[in-house]
């Protein structure tokens, strides 16, 4: 039973059975499995050349964000995490060998056009991708570059 619900022949994975081959945190990796690393995904991000968070923002104000009903807010912090755990991971992939450098270039350039084309109102992941709001307003007007500045 999974949520009170039958489900025969589904288990439900320990959240905290961590060392498993379907489970990996990054944090750990990147802390070298060190139980005194309190290693925080911002410090690996920006050790690694990622932007972080968003400047101005932390987890400690999200419970009065959510309280003061900034929940837009709230999401989109959560979405720059989610960017920033998968721009890490692929970094990751590179390291051990299961994943090439093109392939690395490929996946973030396929990460920019998704937050470029779908999640343009976020700011923070614009910022984290290195897309500022005024060009990507601007280059909407412009198609196959006409009206684009052409130096």
Known sequence: MVNRVPSAGLQVRQYFHRYTE????????????SPGAKLKL?????IMGLSGKPQGIDGGQ?????RAGRIQEVAQYCETDVLNT???WLIYELFRGAMTPDQLKFSESQAREFIKTRKSENR???????????????GALC?????????
Do not use: N, Q, T, W
Request: glycine share 10%; hydrophobic share 45%; charged share 30%.
């Open 124 to 138: 923070h992941l614009l910022a984290a991708v290195g897309i500022e709001k005024a060009d990507l307003d601007a």
């Open 42 to 46: 911002d410090e690996i991000c920006k």
């Open 62 to 66: 999200v419970d009065e964000m959510v």
């Open 143 to 151: 198609v196959e570059g006409v009206g684009a500045d052409p130096g």
């Open 86 to 88: 998968y721009r890490l």
């Open 22 to 33: 379907d489970a990996l945190d990054l944090c750990d990796v990147f802390g070298s499995y």
